[in-house]
């Protein structure tokens, strides 16, 4: 967490604004206290897009055989 004085911070809230939406969290002090804090906002995540992962979903080649088999095989092979 970065921490910055008030009177820096005045000079300097446009970067310090930008830093925030980076993600960097920025403490703000008065006499060496902290007094507030610019945090990140949680950015709302998108819809998926069903339809296109079915489309990508049916480009990809099926598998020889199951997962439990294959992790089976994958453990057996690769103890000893």
Avoid: W
């Avoid at 921490?3 to 980076?22: D, G, I």
């Avoid at 507030?36 to 998108?46: D, G």
């Amino acid at each position: 967490m970065k921490t910055v004085n008030l009177a820096e911070a005045k000079a300097k809230l446009s970067t310090l604004v930008e830093e925030a939406k980076s993600g960097e969290t920025v403490c703000i002090t008065k006499h060496g206290k902290p007094v507030a804090q610019l945090v990140p906002l949680e950015q709302p995540k998108k819809p998926l897009d069903v339809e296109r992962l079915r489309a990508h979903l049916k480009t990809m080649p099926m598998q020889e055989e199951d997962a439990g088999t294959f992790m089976r095989r994958m453990r057996d092979e690769e103890r000893y």
